[in-house]
């Protein structure tokens, strides 16, 4: 009996151990809650590095104009700091978006896009190359899928934030009415629905934002061209979007160029993303939007998407990432 006492104490101790252990384990995979604004990143690059032809190059990449606002705003905001500083500050390696340029003899001469390496949700660009020019080349080949890394997070994050706070009553009568999900936080109320269009929109003392919904049933690929894209989001405005003045109406500002290229859209054949100027014709409204024209999985409907800001009095680009959010939490059925 003395020595069975004793196994069985044993075996619970060992029990306990490997419980302690397993915790432990699981502590260490939980990551911190990332940090920064929205839409900065940590330029991690030495000042040998980040200077001439590379300083412009990154500069090209990161704060060059944003499409589709009125005033010139930066795609990004980058705080530049060294090599050294990211590995041994935990506060650097808890940011959102980090762009590590590491350049040495023998790198290897390759770009790592990953994500929650110290924090989460967090997007990690990795590139180590062994010469300046190796760097830029790597830079150059891959803009087109640093930038989109970067804008997807962003836009997981908005809906994970809205998902937390979100208006469970509209987002139903999203779902009822069109068939797919989309997530929308409290602040977002329904304005109008007719048929096969719904306005959401959000009030402030400050700005407005908003989201206007409209399918339509598919018959040929012209419905997904540029110039019937700028028109019909003309017909949805002018006809369910009245500006506050009598006889006022919204649509798209033609004055200025409006951008067309397609897009990834997940769950989706195909998607174009517009973006552009709408304005009050009989009234002295406007700002920038943005739309999401997308083939439904099954082939069968063209749904159309817009995200709109009017914030006459400060900058655009965050409160537009915000509806670019929204646009992209819509999840289709399969």
């Not at 000042?47 to 795609?75: C, H």
Request: aromatic share 8%.
């Amino acid at each position: 009996m003395k020595d069975m006492k004793h196994t069985m104490m044993a075996v619970a101790a060992a029990m306990l151990l490997v419980a302690g252990c397993q915790s432990r384990q699981n502590e260490a995979i939980v990551k911190k809650s990332s940090s920064g604004k929205t839409c900065e990143v940590l330029l991690a690059a030495d000042r040998t590095v980040y200077i001439g032809a590379t300083k412009e190059l990154l500069d090209s990449l990161l704060r060059e104009p944003q499409p589709g606002l009125p005033q010139d705003e930066p795609r990004f905001d980058v705080v530049n700091v060294p090599v050294s500083s990211l590995h041994n500050t935990a506060m650097f390696q808890a940011h959102r978006n980090i762009i590590m340029c590491d350049v040495a003899e023998g790198n290897p001469d390759k770009l790592y896009i990953g994500r929650d390496k110290w924090a989460s949700p967090q997007v990690m660009v990795d590139v180590a190359a062994s010469s300046d020019s190796s760097l830029r080349r790597l830079l150059r080949q891959h803009a087109v899928s640093i930038r989109r890394a970067i804008y997807d997070a962003e836009h997981k994050r908005i809906e994970a934030a809205f998902m937390r706070d979100r208006n469970v009553d509209l987002m139903k009568r999203v779902k009822d009415k069109f068939g797919f999900e989309m997530v929308l936080q409290q602040d977002y109320k329904l304005a109008s629905e007719d048929g096969d269009f719904m306005w959401i929109r959000k009030e402030t003392k400050d700005f407005g934002l908003g989201v206007l919904l409209s399918v339509s049933p598919y018959r040929d690929q012209a419905q997904l061209d540029a110039a019937r894209i700028d028109n019909r989001l003309d017909t949805l405005m002018r006809r369910h979007v009245p500006g506050p003045a009598e006889g006022s109406y919204m649509g798209t500002e033609r004055r200025m160029e409006i951008e067309h290229h397609r897009a990834d859209y997940a769950g989706v054949p195909y998607c174009v993303e517009t973006r552009g100027l709408w304005r009050l014709f009989g009234d002295f409204m406007g700002g920038p939007f943005v739309c999401y024209t997308m083939l439904t999985p099954d082939g069968t409907k063209i749904v159309d998407a817009v995200g709109y800001v009017y914030c006459p009095r400060f900058d655009k680009r965050d409160y537009l990432m915000q509806v670019e959010g929204i646009c992209n939490s819509i999840k289709f059925d399969q």
